[in-house]
């Protein structure tokens, strides 16, 4: 597949997304020569979860990256007075996204059924720079936010066996937020996907929303 030598351009709301939507892509593409970028949207701010905080989060998204070996790109998100994310669509966001994705040939983001609602702001925001920016434009099957998808109509299937690895170590670097249990669920999910494939095989899979000739 010659998508995989391209330039990504991966725009989810907060770290550890990209590693469970697509980490087995994004170790397969860089790979095969390819570039990943991933845009967060929301910065490490306050948490409710007890057992994170700022630095905790930022340290975590650090041994990710270390694994991985992408670029990331942290937004300055606009805070409540309780120092909480605030992320909503304006023409400012949009402008600013632009101006980042600028120079990428695939998009990836989240579905607009996932039911966090930094997600949901995701998917707008990919569906209104994708219109002259990119060559395509994907969307992630991504666990467990798609127990509630009614529309998601998979078209993609990634082949990830030989990444899988590399794909949970890089989910376990979140090991204040993912337990055991966690990483298992959405491993097995792709490992479901991947008897798609074949016996054996591992996937990650997608909704391809726009594609264009080149």
Known sequence: MKAFSKKFFILTAHPEDMEVGCGG???????????????????????????????????????????????????????????????????????????IAKGHDILISHWQEDHHQDHRACHKIARSIARKNFEQFWCMDETPYNLHYKNFKCNLYIDISDYIDTKRKSIEAYNSYFYDSAVNQIINYNKYRGEFLGSNKIAETFQIMYKKDV
């Open 25 to 99: 892509l994004v170790a397969k593409i860089l790979a095969h020569g390819g570039s990943v970028t991933n845009l967060i949207m929301v910065q490490p701010a306050a948490e409710e979860h007890p057992k994170r905080n700022q630095e905790v989060v930022k340290k975590e998204l650090a041994n990710s990256n270390a694994i991985l070996k992408h670029k990331t790109i942290i937004y300055d998100t606009p805070l409540h007075n309780n120092d909480r994310p605030n992320l909503t669509l304006t023409n400012n966001v949009i402008t600013d996204v632009e101006k």
